[in-house]
Structure formats: C-alpha cells, structure tokens
C-alpha cells in the first residue's frame, strides 16, 4: 500500500456556513475559498436542530432550492446531526425523517455534550454502533473526545462492515496532544480492519475549508494507508457516493 506522503485533498465534507450561529460564512464564500483552494467538493453540514446554535427545521427543508455548483463546486446538502441516545436515535423530527433524507446527501454524526451526556464507555459504543445501522449515515465525527470514550475496535470493525467513515476532524487535533493521540488509537484500528477514513476541517469559517496540515502530518507520521482515505483521491470519493447511493437506493 502507499503511505500517506504527499497527499492532498479533493473534498471537505464537514464544514459550518452561518446558519450555525457561531460560524461565519455564507455558504457562497465557503464555495468561493473551495474553488481558489482545489476542493471540488463541499459538504454543507450545518448543526441539527438539538444544538443551541442550529438553525430551524427550515433550513434542511429548504436546503433544495440550492444549486448543485456553486463557483464551480459540487455543494452536497448536508447535516452534522447530534446522537441523542444510546439507541442512536438522531435529532431529526419525528415524521420528518423522509423529508430530511430525501434532501440530504450527506450525514455526518457527532456526539456533543450539549445533547448527549457523556455516559459509560459500553453506552457510548452502544450508541455508535446503533446509530450505523442507520443506512443515512456516512460518517462518525470528531470521536476522539476523550468524554466520550467507546471501543474503537468494535466500531471501526462496525464501520467496515457497514462501509461508513471515521472522521479524522482537524479542529480536533488542533485541540493537542490528547486529541492526538487518541486519534492515533482510532486509526490504528481502522488500518486493522480497513475501515476507510475522511479528513475534514469541521470549519467555522472560510479560510479554513481543507486547511488539512495538522491531519495530514499526523497520518504521514503514523504511515496511513492513503487507500483507507476517501477525499484524498476524486475517484475514491466518487466511489464512495456511488456506494451511497446505492445504499439509500437513489437512482443516479
Ligand atoms: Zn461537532
Ligand atoms: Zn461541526
């Protein structure tokens, strides 16, 4: 397998506009720095509906009168919705699930401690693995909080199997050396199973949209399999949502 020098990135799938309202771009500048910067692809995953900061149900409603290209970049409509519970149950509206997912082509998933009290190591893997079985799902966020621990053999197993991604989420690891070092962890366990991973900026603002420094030092340190990374090849990316699709059984 190839190692991780040298690579870059061709997508950022974890990205806030304002409608969060401790972001600070309009999803225009956010397309914008994208287009200057090689990213050709987008996620927009504004907060879900539990968070503080989130925007209303209407924004995800709405979320289809965008465009597909923005400056010549592929927006994909997206959410980072919060894992309520231990049955992984997210904070999409009861009765609204077919109107959020019919819009949605991305999904990431995070725990929070503003939804989700941090609980026991065997709960919080409970939650993750419950909330895969989720077939919307693509890919578990920011999961080195050390609040949150869980077996991260047992999910990255789980992600393989049900062929979803492990978030390596730069602001994280920009946190330090815990962070760090816990993601070290994670991953070693996804080079074990060959559970595919994706780095993303989690960013509040434009400027830093797939400024992957940190990220990329950290797999180039640990020899990372690049074949495991999805955004770093367009033809890995694209089969990812290939995959997707099929999953969610979208005629493309
Ligand atoms: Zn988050
Ligand atoms: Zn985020």
Known sequence: MNSTAGISFIADMHTHTLASTHAYSTITENAAWCSE?????????????????SPDTWH???LRILPEYLKGVRVFKGIEADILSVSGELD???????????????????????????????????????VLKNRFVDVI??????????????????????????EVNVCRIERGEIQTERYKRILECCEKHGTRIIVS??????????????????????????ELV?????????????????????NV
Not at 203 to 226: C, M, N, Q, S
Not at 232 to 249: A, K, M, P, V
Request: proline share 4%; aromatic share 12%; glycine share 6%.
């Open 201 to 226: 900026s989690d960013a509040h603002f434009y400027t830093h949209i797939g400024a992957f420094d940190p990220a990329k030092k950290l797999l180039e340190e640990i020899e990372f399999p690049e």
């Open 141 to 166: 966020s920011h999961s080195e909080s050390p609040k949150f621990d869980y077996d991260y053999d047992a999910v990255t197993k789980a992600c393989a199997e049900y062929g979803r991604l492990i």
């Open 37 to 53: 910067h090689g990213i050709k692809y987008l996620g927009m995953t504004d907060h879900g509906i539990a968070m503080q900061d």
């Open 230 to 250: 999805i955004n770093s090849s367009e033809e890995r990316f694209l089969g990812y949502i290939n995959e997707r699709n099929e999953r969610i059984g979208k």
């Open 60 to 62: 995800f409603e709405n």
């Open 92 to 130: 999409i509206p009861r009765g609204m699930e077919s109107v959020y997912y019919s819009i949605l082509e991305w999904v990431n998933v995070s725990m929070h401690v503003q939804t989700f009290a941090p609980s026991s190591k065997r709960d919080h893997t409970k939650a993750y693995l419950n």
